[in-house]
C-alpha cells in the first residue's frame, strides 16, 4: 500500500509533564496537518506488552482474573504483563506465564504485534502462543491477586464474541489463533 513518506505534524516544542516507572506523558505544542496550531499529547510505556496464549493438547486455554484499578471492574484475560524496553520480549513472556498460571510451555510462536492505542500512545504489544505446557508453582507478584481458569478455547472464542472478555490483548490473541485454527496453521 503507498502512503505519503513525510510527516505532515510539525512539532513546535514539547514539554515532560508526567513521568513515572512506567509511562511518560509528553504534551507536544504542534502544527497539524492543515496549518493550525494545537497541542498533542503522548504517553511513551516503558515497558512492551506481553500477552500469552496457552494451549494444551485438548484445546484448552487458561484466562486469568483480577480486578483491573483503571476500570473499576473485574476482567478475564489471558497471561499478560510488560517487559522491559530493550529486553527480549519472549523471556518476557516465560516469565509472565509462570508468575500468573505456573505454566512453563516448551513451544513458543510469536504469533501478532500490535500497537495498543496509536492516537495517544506508542504502547506496543507482542502476543506469543504457548504449547507444551507443564503444571509448576505460579509466582504472582505482590499486586496481583489472581485467579486462574482452564477453560476450553472453543468457550474462550465464544466468550470473545459475546463481548464477555473485553480486554484488547486478549481479543486479539483469540481471534488470531482462531484464524490459525481455520487455516490450519496450529
Known amino acids: 500500500m503507498q502512503h505519503p513518506a513525510e510527516n505532515p505534524w510539525k512539532t513546535v516544542s514539547h514539554e515532560n509533564v508526567y513521568d513515572n516507572p512506567w509511562i511518560n506523558v509528553t504534551e507536544y505544542q504542534v502544527i497539524n496537518p492543515s496549518g493550525n496550531p494545537g497541542i498533542y499529547g503522548k504517553i511513551h510505556f516503558k515497558n512492551v506488552a506481553i500477552g500469552v496464549i496457552p494451549l ?3 484445546m484448552n486455554t487458561y484466562l486469568v482474573g483480577q480486578y483491573r ?3 473499576n471492574q473485574y476482567c478475564w484475560e489471558i497471561p499478560e504483563g510488560g517487559g522491559p524496553e530493550g529486553s527480549d520480549p519472549l523471556e518476557s513472556a516465560k516469565r509472565e506465564l509462570l508468575e500468573e498460571t505456573g505454566l512453563k510451555a516448551t513451544e513458543w510462536t510469536e504469533i501478532l504485534q500490535m500497537h ?10 507482542i502476543i506469543y502462543l ?6 509448576h508453582e505460579a509466582e504472582p507478584e505482590d499486586t496481583e491477586d489472581l485467579l486462574v481458569n482452564k477453560i476450553p478455547f472453543e468457550e474462550v472464542y465464544r466468550m470473545v464474541n459475546a463481548g464477555e472478555i ?4 486478549t481479543v486479539a490473541a483469540v481471534l488470531k489463533i482462531k484464524l490459525m485454527q481455520l487455516e490450519n496453521r496450529l
Not at 130 to 135: H, V
Open 56 to 58: 494444551d493438547t485438548d
Open 69 to 71: 484499578y483503571v476500570l
Open 116 to 125: 495498543l492505542s496509536n492516537s495517544v500512545s506508542d504502547e506496543l504489544s
Open 130 to 135: 504457548a504449547r507444551g505446557l507443564q503444571q
Open 166 to 169: 473485553t480486554d484488547s490483548v
